[in-house]
């Protein structure tokens, strides 16, 4: 892998909401392609993660949300180095509100989804094992996670 000097690395931040044993995900329309991510979105320069957080939901579910322990920490990385995502994930709950969709062109629809509908759909970033040990209890600590770049 080649190593760029001087590029941006962008962070994306998400929450892990869990109601009634099952996560929520929010999907992404690119032409025709479909895939699904963790609820979030882009830092700002002088945000915190929980701000930026707590911002995204807003912007992107209509939603209030409380904001809990880190969870994940893992990179993203084009292969041929034009960009790197650095996803961070907390647990979150949501404190009110009624899920809407924002404004935001890419969004296409939301849904919960159990444990056993995840071998089923993308994810992006790939973060599928880490989602069901989280969501079936076996998941003990915080953790850093270098996943691969999924092509889309």
Request: aromatic letters at 8%; charged letters at 30%; hydrophobic letters at 40%.
């Amino acid at each position: 892998m080649k190593f760029r000097m001087g590029g941006a690395v962008r962070v994306r931040v998400s929450a892990l909401i869990v109601e009634d044993g099952r996560v929520l995900l929010i999907a992404h329309k690119k032409k025709d392609d479909i895939y699904w991510l963790l609820p979030g979105g882009g830092v700002g320069f002088g945000e915190t993660l929980p701000q930026a957080l707590e911002r995204e939901m807003k912007e992107e579910l209509g939603i209030s949300l409380e904001v809990g322990e880190l969870l994940l920490v893992s990179d993203s990385i084009n292969p041929d180095a034009r960009r790197h995502i650095v996803n961070v994930v907390f647990r979150g709950v949501r404190r009110n509100g009624d899920l809407h969709l924002g404004n935001d062109r890419r969004l296409y629809t939301y849904r919960f989804f159990g444990l056993d509908e995840l071998d089923d759909i993308i994810i992006f970033p790939p973060l599928r094992d880490e989602i069901g040990s989280i969501l079936s209890d076996s998941f003990s600590c915080a953790r850093y996670q270098a996943t691969q770049w999924l092509p889309l």
